[in-house]
């Protein structure tokens, strides 16, 4: 039973910051490749940040500079520090597990979601 639970969203002004977290159970974080994607209104869901199994990250061009993923082994948990937030990064943010077994077997979980609402 594969569990990613997010928290750490809310109401935060313009300029302001937020640290999402992912606490994970039923798999090991350092063995996926671990995503922080957002869905805002009336867009698709699109990756924000992920980190590889290696330690290497990636970043959505508009979140580059001003977001950080990070991923603590010890606690199984994956965060994204979020800074100078704009009212273009409200959203709902969702963690995203995915590993796969082969180029047609993939293991991809998800989590519930947390909001983000970026408004003054």
């Known amino acids: 039973q594969v569990q990613l639970v997010e928290s750490g969203g809310g109401l935060v002004q313009p300029g302001g910051s937020l640290r999402l977290s992912c606490v994970a159970s039923g798999i090991i974080v350092s063995s996926y490749t671990m995503g922080w994607y957002r869905q805002g209104p009336g867009n698709p869901r699109e990756l924000v940040a992920d980190i590889t199994s290696a330690g290497n990250t990636n970043y959505l061009g508009s979140v580059k500079g001003r977001f950080t993923i990070s991923r603590d082994n010890a606690k199984n948990t994956v965060y994204l520090q979020m800074n100078s937030l704009t009212p273009e990064d409200t959203a709902v943010y969702y963690c995203?597990?995915?590993?796969?077994?082969?180029?047609?077997?993939?293991?991809?979980?998800w989590g519930q979601g947390t909001e983000v609402t970026v408004s003054s």
């Open positions: 995203n597990a995915r590993r796969y077994r082969s180029p047609t077997q993939v293991e991809d979980f």
